[in-house]
């Protein structure tokens, strides 16, 4: 079950979007949890995912990204739950790149966003989410996405924007699923 954690203080842990860490062994594969562009990013229901280039492959032993959640009240309207998938990029080209595979290598399930934060950290961790021996990696270059689902009136959910990673590299861009995979610009890190 992946455990939540909420920011009250200075403490990075990771970022989705453009942000992710991923220790193995001791090595980390990719690191984008330092360069804080301060903006947010609300992907609404939509499926939205980075396509990053390991620093190298190896086995997934840890996973972390950042969130934040508003609601007009103390308390989400909806049940809001995530949904976190990792695919290889083995789709079909849009615009001349592979966009992810039709299935994903790993999919969380549905887990519960259980109230609005400031900033607030999933972690992934082998022998709870992954495979006691982690989550094994054979290529380098992938994409992760989040879904949100379940927001009620007032609701929001959304991920902060890193980018330059400090291990690994990824792409001033996003990819979107609305029924089909595009890419998107992100102006944010243009």
């Given amino acids: ?5 909420k920011r009250t203080d200075c403490l990075l842990i990771a970022t989705l979007w453009i942000g992710l860490s991923l220790p193995v062994s001791a090595a980390t594969l990719f690191d984008n949890s330092v360069n804080d562009l301060f903006t947010r990013f609300n992907p609404g229901s939509l499926e939205v995912g980075d396509e990053i280039n390991l620093a190298s492959c190896g086995n997934l032993t840890y996973f972390s990204f950042e969130y ?12 809001i739950q995530a949904d976190v998938r990792f ?4 789709g079909p080209n849009f615009n001349g790149y592979p966009t992810p ?7 969380s399930g549905l887990f519960p966003v259980t ?8 972690i992934f961790t082998a022998g709870q989410d992954f495979p006691s021996s982690g989550l094994s990696l054979s290529s380098t270059d ?3 996405s989040v879904q949100f689902s379940g927001m009620g009136a007032g609701d929001a959910v959304g991920v902060d924007i890193y ?7 990824d792409y001033p861009d996003y990819w979107q699923n609305n029924g089909g995979w595009t890419l998107q610009a992100n102006p944010a890190v243009a």
Avoid: E
Wanted: no cysteine; net charge positive.
């Fill in 142 to 144: 992938m994409t992760w």
């Fill in 115 to 122: 109230s609005p934060t400031d900033r607030g950290t999933f």
């Fill in 87 to 90: 695919y290889l990029n083995t």
């Fill in 163 to 169: 980018s330059l990673p400090v291990v690994g590299s």
């Fill in 1 to 5: 079950m992946k455990k939540s954690l």
């Fill in 68 to 79: 934040w959640g508003t609601a007009s009240g103390a308390n989400f309207a909806g049940s």
């Fill in 101 to 107: 595979a039709a299935l994903p290598f790993y999919d």
